[in-house]
């Protein structure tokens, strides 16, 4: 077999697969194995390759110890989907992380022993509160911003600890101060009452507020049902009669309602009170006579007709 086959090419061939070089380059076709001339002489060292070798990726090896030892430098915000060993994956597309908060101001902090002392709201008493006398109580009103102006205060006028207290709601312009029951209005008042078996001696008289009728705003009736109290603190009647629709709702203010009131016992601070009609549109008006005579006083149950 040696003789019919001539293997030389095939040898050549192989033997320069096994010492082929970077200049060394063999067709790769068996049967026209040629050898091209090569400008490095055969037997010479082959030269370094100008391109080192890529590095090869580490191969994974599993900790000896069991515990897992954290990174130096973690990532400020792992990622869920990060694996516990290795280099995390990077996803495709990571969209923007969100601001950082701003950090908060510090607190104020106080010095040691030091506290912060509670604040007090100064409550100023009026003149007319610490009044010890009708007449003392008076007499600061002159002294109350809500009378500075006034001309003068109108006191009251009746006997002491009246059974009656009739309460209007400001003096009318021309009335003497002290002859209220001398008027038209006052004179129908004694016969009313008396009517009811009151003497005229049992009554007595104040007003609401103690100057000209003007407009009060919402401060000032709450003054006014101050001084009024104060006041009826010093005559200490059995009752207090009011008299018309507005003064009822200074009084009482505007949660009730004077038509399904008028005639009933309410309380004022203490003092039981009955509201009626207008004493002055009633001295004229029959009608408004028979509807207090009728509807008003029987709906109250303490008066007795005699």
Same mark, same amino acid.
């Not at 709201?121 to 500075?148: G, I, Q």
């Not at 002290?178 to 007595?204: I, W």
């Given at each position: 077999?040696?003789?019919?086959?001539?293997?030389?090419?095939?040898?050549?061939?192989?033997?320069?697969?096994?010492?082929?070089?970077?200049?060394?380059?063999?067709?790769?076709?068996?049967? =026209? +194995?040629?050898?091209?001339?090569?400008?490095?002489?055969?037997?010479?060292?082959?030269?370094?390759?100008?391109?080192?070798?890529? $590095?090869?990726?580490? #191969?994974?090896?599993?900790?000896?110890?069991?515990?897992?030892?954290?990174?130096?430098?973690?990532?400020?915000?792992?990622?869920?989907?990060?694996?516990?060993?290795?280099?995390?994956?990077?996803?495709?597309?990571?969209?923007?992380?969100?601001?950082?908060? #701003?950090?908060?101001? $510090?607190?104020?902090?106080?010095?040691?022993?030091?506290?912060?002392?509670?604040?007090?709201?100064?409550?100023?008493?009026?003149?007319?509160?610490?009044?010890?006398?009708?007449?003392?109580?008076?007499?600061?009103?002159?002294?109350?911003?809500?009378?500075?102006?006034?001309?003068?205060?109108?006191?009251?006028?009746?006997?002491?600890?009246?059974?009656?207290?009739?309460?209007?709601?400001?003096?009318?312009?021309?009335?003497?101060?002290?002859?209220? &029951?001398?008027?038209?209005?006052?004179?129908?008042?004694?016969? +009313?009452?008396?009517? +009811?078996?009151?003497?005229?001696?049992?009554?007595?008289?104040?007003?609401?507020?103690?100057?000209?009728?003007?407009?009060?705003?919402?401060?000032?009736?709450?003054?006014?049902?101050?001084?009024?109290?104060?006041?009826?603190? &010093?005559?200490?009647?059995?009752?207090?009669?009011?008299?018309?629709?507005?003064?009822?709702?200074?009084?009482?203010?505007?949660?009730?309602?004077?038509?399904?009131?008028?005639?009933?016992?309410?309380? &004022?601070?203490? =003092?039981?009170?009955?509201?009626?009609?207008?004493? &002055?549109?009633?001295?004229?008006?029959?009608?408004?006579?028979?509807?207090?005579?009728?509807?008003?006083?029987?709906?109250?149950?303490?008066?007795?007709?005699?």
């Amino acid at each position: 077999m040696p003789d019919e086959f001539d293997f030389s090419e095939l040898r050549k061939y192989l033997q320069g697969q096994m010492d082929m070089g970077e200049e060394d380059l063999l067709l790769d076709e068996p049967w =026209t +194995l040629t050898r091209k001339k090569s400008a490095v002489p055969a037997g010479s060292p082959r030269p370094a390759n100008p391109m080192p070798p890529r $590095p090869a990726a580490p #191969a994974f090896s599993q900790p000896a110890s069991p515990a897992f030892t954290a990174p130096k430098n973690p990532a400020p915000f792992p990622s869920p989907a990060q694996p516990a060993f290795g280099a995390p994956a990077q996803p495709a597309f990571s969209a923007p992380s969100a601001p950082a908060p #701003a950090p908060a101001a $510090p607190r104020p902090q106080l010095d040691a022993g030091m506290t912060i002392a509670p604040r007090t709201v100064k409550k100023t008493t009026a003149a007319y509160e610490l009044a010890d006398s009708l007449n003392a109580f008076y007499d600061a009103l002159k002294t109350d911003a809500l009378y500075a102006r006034a001309a003068n205060v109108v006191r009251y006028e009746g006997s002491e600890h009246p059974r009656l207290l009739i309460l209007l709601a400001a003096p009318k312009p021309g009335v003497p101060a002290g002859e209220f &029951f001398k008027t038209p209005t006052g004179e129908m008042l004694v016969r +009313l009452f008396g009517s +009811l078996g009151y003497a005229p001696e049992s009554l007595g008289v104040t007003y609401f507020y103690k100057d000209a009728p003007r407009a009060l705003s919402p401060i000032l009736l709450a003054s006014l049902r101050r001084m009024l109290t104060k006041e009826i603190s &010093f005559i200490a009647p059995e009752m207090l009669i009011t008299f018309g629709e507005p003064l009822f709702y200074d009084v009482f203010s505007k949660g009730k309602n004077f038509n399904d009131l008028a005639g009933t016992v309410l309380d &004022f601070n203490g =003092t039981k009170t009955i509201p009626l009609v207008d004493a &002055f549109a009633m001295t004229t008006d029959k009608q408004l006579k028979w509807l207090t005579w009728k509807v008003h006083i029987p709906r109250s149950g303490v008066f007795a007709a005699k």
